[in-house]
């Protein structure tokens, strides 16, 4: 997966069939999965592939994951890669007692595919959830590979838009999109980017949002960057 660069996933966990789990749940999302089977070896992946998320079990031989999530942060180039723990609430310390090592979450085994995705959606898109973001509604006219269509603008940041749209969309695909937010400007925002997150199928990724893909903008025009941050502050 090449063409998502930067964009990785570590999967921690001592059974490999969780892992494949892990890797099947996340398969509609745009990342490349990296894996390891205990806290040492996440250590060694962490350091060679510099991970954007680490997905971590806490009971595994060698080193469990709250050991290994405590060394992780507190490695000066590793201490703020998000670290999510699974645990088994039988057989493992509470989610409270978990978070005591600076994990940054915690998920439940077994691993519900919807409350997993909604999870890791959480920590993988970063970009827009800490950047200044705002609701909208505006026909969006977008193009892939050539052809035209249109969408419903739901919700715009700096670096991105998701557009409602409930016909069968091409993951990680290049897009061009133009909209207009009326209220700011009569002049048309036009950008060039990447679809990062499709939120369709049965059931979709997560339910608590409309049908529909995320993009994030790669070319964009500084008199159409100048609009959304206007639009931004004024709502």
Known sequence: ??????????????????VDVMRGYLKRTPV???SASNGKEALDQALLHWPDLIIMDVSMPTMGGEEACRTIKSHPKLQKTPVLL??????DPSSDELMKCGCDGVIEKPLARENFLT???QRLFHLDRLERRAPCQMTVEFSIGGETRQGLGVDISRNGLYIEFREPIKEKANVDV?????????????AKGRIIWINQGHPRP???????FGIEFRIISEESRAIINRYLEEN
């Open 119 to 121: 999870i890791t959606h």
């Open 206 to 212: 997560n339910l608590g949002v409309v049908q529909g």
């Open 32 to 34: 490349e999965t990296i």
């Open 178 to 190: 133009t909209f207009l937010l009326a209220t700011i400007c009569n002049k048309p925002v036009s």
């Open 86 to 91: 699974t645990y088994d609430p039988n057989r």
């Open 1 to 18: 997966m090449a063409d998502v660069p930067g964009v990785k996933v570590l999967l921690v966990d001592d059974v490999e069939f969780i």
